[in-house]
C-alpha cells in the first residue's frame, strides 16, 4: 500500500502517545543553555515590506535562519559576545550589521535590503522578476514554487490559472482562449487542493473537486505558492500538489493605493474588453498597530469563438460491409458561440497588532465569474446515410485507417440548434485568526468558511429536418479532409435545404437547470516550539490539527416539451444569417434569434416530455468531515536538514442518492426511492524530507510523502437506474431481454500516492538561478468507468449490463524539471522552465471495459507529456518589457477506446507585454494575447488524421493606464 491505512483506533492511540513523547522533550529540553543569548527582528525591503527567505548568519559560525513570511528570523543558542550578523538574499548585495549579544539576553534588530539588484546601475530600473519568489522557494525545506504579485504583474496573465502556468510543471487547460483549471506534474486539475489564504475552496463542478481559477483575478493577488512535496503540517489531500492564493496585507507592504483602468479589443467580431482595478493599503493608530487592505477588480470582456467539432467516429459501413478499425465521421458540427464573460472581486483583510509578538486578523472576499454564451450549432448527420461511395481511405499511422473522402448517398437529418447558458459561479469566503510569537514557541489559530456555488441555467431550442413539420426529400453529401484535417469541406446536395430556414421544422426546447452548493468550513491550529541543543544544531517541533467539514448538494432539474401538431418551422422565427466562419471557410446560414425560446415557451399546445427521474438520477446530497492532526520535527546541524513526521486523517462520509427500477422488474416503481450511505476511515501519511546546502549557492532536496485523492461526489452517490431493454421480443422475460443497470459506487476507495522528489538547485549572483528535479507518484485506485455482463447481480437475475465506476489496479507518474532565471545587466532578463513526464495508468485486459486493441496501460488522462516556457524581457530606463512563449505537448483528452480517444493537439501561445513608467504616479501598460493565432485542435485517436475539434479564439490587444497615490 502507498498510504499505511488502518480501520482501527489503535492508530489514533499511538498519534496521541506520539504527542505526549514530543511534549515531554519539549519540556525537558527547555532548560539547555540558559546563559545562551537570542537575536530575532524583522528583514525588509524598501518600497516592498517584509522579505521572505533571507538567509541571516553570524559570521564565523554555523548559527543561521531563514526569514519567514513575515519577514521575521530568530537566532538561538547564540554565546555571548560581539558578532557581525550577514544578511543573505540571493540577487541583492550582502548587507552585514554589527550586534553585542550578553548573557540571557534577547537582542532586536531590524534590517532593510537595498533597493537595486546586484546588476545596479544608474539608467536601470527593474519593475520586479522573479528574484523575490527565488528566495522564498529557498529557504522551504520541501520542494515548493512561488509566484509574487512583481511578477504576476510583469506577465500577460488574467487570472490565477494563467499566472500558474508560467511555473515549472504546471499546465493549464484553457477555456475559449482563457486559462481556467491547472495541473500539476501530470495530475489532473481534481488531484490538486485549493486554498484562499490557508483555507480550503470547495468547487462549482459536477463532480466537486475540480476549482476554477479564472474565478480569481490575477490583480487581486499577492502571493501564489505551489507546494509539490506536503510536509505533514499540510492537508494529504492533495496528490498533484497544493496551490494556496494569498491577498495582499497592510503589514506585508508598505502602503499604497493604486487605480487602474483597461480597455481592449478582440480580433473576431470586434469584442470589446474593459476592466478596472484598485487596492488601498495602510497601516494606523498610535503605533501603526491596525492595518487594513481593500482591493476590487471588475473586468467585462465579450469573446467569439468558431469552431467545427466531430461527434463520433465509426467503422465505416461501405456498400454494406464493415471494415475493422476504418473509421468514418458520424457527425459534423458548426459551432458559433458569442460569450459574455464578467469577473467581479472583492476582499479585504483588517489586522490588529495588539502587542508587537502577536498580529489577529479578519478577512473576507467575495468573487464571481458570470459567463452568459449564446450558442448557435449547424449538424450535419453523415452517418445516417443509406451508403458510402467514392471512399478514399489514409493510413492513421497508428494501426487504423481513416476515410478521408466520401461520398454520403441518402441522407435525412440536418439539425439547427441554440443555447442560451447562463453560468454564474460564487466563491465567498471570511476568515478570522492570528499568529503569536512568545520566545521558543509559535502559535497560529484560524478559523473559516468558503461558500461555493453555481446556478447554472440552459435554453435550449431545436429545429431538424425529417420532423413532422417537414417533408424534406434525402439527399446526399460530401465529406473531404484531404486538403485539411483541421477544416474539412463538406457539401450539401442538391435538395438538401440546408440553408433554407423553411426546411427545419421545430424538434423541441429544453429548459436544464443545474444548481450546486459546496460550503467548507475549516479550524486548525499549529504549535511551533523551537529548541536549540549549542552551536548550529537545533530542533523545531511543530504540531496541530485542522478539522475540515464539507457541505456538498447537486441538484440537476431539465424540462423537455415538444409540439408535434404545431407547424412551426425555423422560417417562422429565423433572423438573419451568421456569416461564414472559421476563417471564411464554412457558411453557417440562417441565425435562431434569441427570443425563440420564449416564444415558444408561451405556447399552450406543448407537449411535456419531461422524465423526473431522469434528473433525480444526477442529484445527491453529501457530507464530508475531515479531522486531520500531525506532528513533525525539523532536525538542523551544520549545512543539514531533515523533516520528518506523521499525519492522521479521520474521515466520515454521509451520502445520499436516489434510485429508480423500472416498474416491470422486482421490487419496480414508479416512484423513485432515496438511498443513503455511510463510512468512515482513517488513514496515516509518514513524510520525510532531507536538505543538505552544499554551499550558499547549492542545495540538494529529496522527500518520501504519502498522499490521497479522494472520489469524486459524483462516482460516490448511491444513485441507481434499473431499466429493461426488451429487445426484438415485447414479451417480458424472453432470452434477449437485457437488464440495464447504471449506478454510483459508495464502496469507492480513494486514490492512494507514494511520492519521491529529488532536486538540486544552483543559486549564483553570476550565472543565474538553474534547477533540477525528478518526481515519481505511485498511485494506486484509480477509479474508471467499467461495463460488466453478469448473470445475477444484488437480487437481480438474467442478462444484466452493469455500469459503474471501480478501482484499478494501479499508475504512476514520473517527470524532470527543468529551471534557469537570469537577468543581465544589460536589462535582458531570461525565464525559462520545462518539464517532461511520463505516466501509466493500467486498464483491464479483459471484460466488458477492455480496449479492443488490447492496450492495458494507458497514459494519465489530462497529462501532456512536456511542458514549457520561455520569457524574454528588458528593462532600461522607465520601459519593461517582456516576451513570453509558451508550449504544451499533445495529450489524451478523454478515454474512449482504441484508436478513439479523445487526444488535444500541440498547444503554442506566444503573448507581450510593455510597460511604462511615466513617473511614479502614472503608468501605461500594452498587452497582446495570442499573437500567432493560435488554435485549440483535439482529435480522435492518435494519428491526427480524425477530427474532434477546431476552434479559433483570434487575437486581441489591451491597453491599462495605471495611478499610483501612494
Not at 463542478?205 to 505558492?225: C, H, R, T, Y
Not at 424534406?472 to 457539401?491: E, H, K
Not at 529548541?531 to 457541505?551: A, N, P
Not at 495570442?930 to 474532434?948: M, Q
Request: aromatic share 12%; no cysteine; glycine share 8%.
Amino acid at each position: 500500500m502507498n498510504v499505511f491505512k488502518e480501520r482501527s483506533t489503535g492508530l489514533i492511540s499511538g498519534a496521541l502517545l506520539g504527542f505526549v513523547f514530543f511534549f515531554s522533550a519539549i519540556f525537558s529540553a527547555a532548560a539547555i543553555a540558559q546563559d545562551d543569548g537570542r537575536i530575532a527582528g524583522v528583514v525588509t525591503r524598501s518600497g516592498s515590506g517584509f522579505v521572505e527567505g533571507v538567509l541571516v548568519r553570524i559570521q564565523g559560525t554555523d548559527i543561521e535562519a531563514y526569514t519567514d513570511s513575515n519577514g521575521r528570523f530568530a537566532l538561538r543558542g547564540v554565546e555571548p559576545g560581539e558578532y557581525k550578523l550577514e544578511f543573505k538574499y540571493f540577487g541583492f548585495d550582502d548587507l552585514v550589521k554589527d550586534v553585542a549579544v550578553a548573557p540571557g539576553e534577547s537582542v532586536e534588530l531590524s534590517a532593510t535590503l537595498g533597493e537595486g539588484l546586484v546588476l545596479e546601475e544608474e539608467d536601470l530600473v527593474v519593475i520586479g522578476d522573479r528574484t523575490l519568489a527565488l528566495n522564498a522557494e529557498r529557504a522551504f525545506v520541501g520542494k515548493k514554487s512561488v509566484v509574487l504579485a512583481e511578477k504576476i504583474g510583469q506577465f500577460p496573465d488574467f487570472n490565477a490559472a494563467e499566472a500558474l502556468q508560467r511555473l515549472t510543471g504546471v499546465h493549464v487547460d484553457n477555456d475559449r482562449g482563457e486559462g481556467r483549471f491547472v495541473s500539476i506534474r501530470g495530475a489532473p486539475s481534481s488531484f490538486n487542493r485549493v486554498k484562499l489564504n490557508g483555507l480550503s475552496l470547495g468547487s462549482p463542478e459536477s463532480n466537486g473537486l475540480g476549482v476554477p481559477l479564472d474565478v480569481f483575478p490575477a490583480s487581486q493577488l499577492a502571493k501564489i505558492e505551489v507546494t509539490k512535496s506536503a510536509t505533514p503540517a499540510q492537508d494529504a489531500n492533495s496528490i498533484g500538489g497544493e496551490i494556496n492564493l494569498s491577498f495582499p496585507t497592510a503589514f506585508g507592504s508598505d502602503p499604497r493605493t493604486f487605480l487602474k483602468f483597461s480597455l481592449g479589443q478582440t480580433e473576431l467580431d470586434s469584442g470589446n474588453r474593459q476592466g478596472l482595478n484598485g487596492l488601498h493599503s495602510q497601516t494606523f493608530g498610535n503605533n501603526d498597530q491596525f492595518g487594513i487592505t481593500i482591493t476590487a477588480q471588475y473586468d467585462k470582456r465579450d469573446i467569439k469563438a468558431e469552431t467545427i467539432e466531430t461527434d463520433g467516429w465509426e467503422d465505416v459501413d461501405n456498400d454494406g460491409d464493415d471494415i475493422d478499425n476504418q473509421f468514418s465521421v458520424e457527425e459534423t458540427e458548426l459551432r458559433n458561440m458569442e460569450v459574455e464573460r464578467e469577473n467581479q472581486g472583492f476582499s479585504t483583510v483588517f489586522e490588529w497588532k495588539p502587542v508587537e509578538s502577536t498580529r489577529l486578523y479578519t478577512s473576507a472576499s467575495i468573487n464571481e465569474f458570470d459567463e452568459t454564451e449564446w450558442r448557435h450549432r449547424f449538424v450535419t448527420t453523415f452517418g445516417r446515410a443509406d451508403t458510402v461511395e467514392d471512399v478514399t481511405v489514409v493510413d492513421a499511422g497508428d494501426g487504423s485507417r481513416t476515410v478521408q473522402d466520401a461520398n454520403f448517398i441518402e441522407m435525412d437529418r440536418l439539425f439547427r440548434d441554440q443555447q442560451l447558458d447562463f453560468t454564474p459561479q460564487k466563491f465567498t469566503v471570511f476568515a478570522i485568526g492570528g499568529e503569536t510569537l512568545l520566545d521558543d514557541w509559535e502559535f497560529k489559530y484560524q478559523w473559516g468558511r468558503s461558500e461555493t456555488e453555481e446556478l447554472r441555467k440552459r435554453e435550449v431550442v431545436e429545429f431538424r429536418q425529417g420532423s413532422s413539420d417537414t417533408d424534406q426529400p434525402d439527399f446526399d453529401a460530401t465529406y473531404t479532409s484531404s486538403g485539411s484535417v483541421l477544416t474539412p469541406r463538406i457539401t450539401h446536395g442538391a435538395g438538401s435545404g440546408a440553408f433554407d430556414p423553411a426546411s427545419y421544422g421545430f424538434r423541441r426546447i429544453r429548459d436544464r437547470q443545474n444548481f450546486r452548493f459546496d460550503d467548507v468550513d475549516t479550524l486548525s491550529a499549529d504549535v511551533t516550539r523551537f529548541l536549540e541543543f549549542g552551536g548550529d544544531k537545533k530542533l523545531d517541533v511543530q504540531f496541530g490539527f485542522r478539522l475540515t467539514t464539507r457541505e456538498r448538494r447537486n441538484d440537476e432539474n431539465d424540462l423537455e416539451f415538444s409540439a408535434e401538431d404545431a407547424g412551426l418551422t425555423l422560417a417562422d422565427f429565423a433572423g438573419d444569417e451568421i456569416g461564414n466562419i472559421v476563417d471564411d471557410i464554412y457558411r453557417f446560414g440562417p441565425r435562431i434569434p434569441g427570443s425563440t425560446f420564449s416564444e415558444i415557451r408561451a405556447r399552450s399546445d406543448l407537449d411535456d416530455d419531461t422524465d423526473p427521474e431522469d434528473d433525480l438520477l444526477d442529484d445527491y446530497d453529501a457530507s464530508v468531515d475531515v479531522l486531520g492532526y500531525y506532528i513533525q520535527g525539523t532536525y538542523s546541524w551544520s549545512d543539514f536538514a531533515i523533516l520528518a513526521g506523521v499525519r492522521v486523517e479521520e474521515t466520515e462520509l454521509s451520502i445520499d442518492g436516489y434510485s429508480v427500477i423500472n416498474e416491470d422488474l422486482p421490487g419496480g416503481s414508479e416512484d423513485p426511492v432515496r438511498q443513503s450511505f455511510e463510512s468512515d476511515y482513517n488513514d496515516t501519511f509518514p513524510a520525510l524530507h532531507f536538505r543538505w546546502d552544499i554551499s550558499d549557492e547549492l542545495v540538494f532536496r529529496t522527500a518520501w510523502t504519502n498522499s490521497i485523492r479522494r472520489p469524486n461526489f459524483n462516482d460516490l452517490a448511491p444513485a441507481r437506474e434499473v431499466d429493461l431493454d426488451e429487445g426484438d421480443d415485447d414479451t417480458i422475460g424472453t432470452a434477449d431481454d437485457v437488464i440495464e443497470i447504471e449506478q454510483g459506487n459508495p464502496q469507492l476507495l480513494p486514490f492512494e500516492s507514494e511520492n519521491i522528489d529529488i532536486s538540486l538547485d544552483w543559486y549564483s549572483d553570476k550565472y543565474g538561478a538553474f534547477s533540477i528535479g525528478y518526481f515519481t507518484k505511485d498511485i494506486e485506485n484509480f477509479i474508471s468507468e467499467q461495463t460488466d455482463r453478469l448473470s445475477s447481480f444484488d437480487g437481480f437475475t438474467g442478462n444484466i449490463e452493469l455500469e459503474r465506476p471501480i478501482n484499478l489496479e494501479k499508475g504512476s507518474i514520473d517527470g524532470f524539471e527543468f529551471s534557469w532565471t537570469k537577468q543581465f545587466e544589460s536589462g535582458i532578463g531570461v525565464d525559462f522552465n520545462y518539464t517532461i513526464v511520463d505516466s501509466e495508468v493500467e486498464f483491464p485486459s479483459e471484460g466488458a471495459d477492455a480496449r479492443t486493441g488490447g492496450e492495458t496501460k494507458l497514459p494519465l488522462e489530462g497529462q501532456a507529456d512536456s511542458t514549457g516556457n520561455l520569457a524574454l524581457s528588458y528593462s532600461r530606463d522607465k520601459l519593461y518589457t517582456q516576451i513570453a512563449y509558451k508550449r504544451t505537448d499533445s495529450f489524451i483528452a478523454g478515454y474512449d477506446d482504441t484508436f478513439l480517444d479523445e487526444v488535444e493537439g500541440v498547444r503554442e501561445n506566444i503573448d507581450l507585454k510593455a510597460i511604462y513608467q511615466f513617473s511614479d504616479t502614472y503608468e501605461l501598460e500594452l498587452l497582446v494575447r495570442n499573437i500567432t493565432d493560435e488554435e485549440k485542435t483535439t482529435f480522435v485517436g492518435t494519428g491526427e488524421t480524425r477530427l474532434r475539434e477546431f476552434e479559433k479564439n483570434g487575437r486581441w490587444v489591451q491597453a491599462s493606464f495605471k495611478i499610483n497615490f501612494q
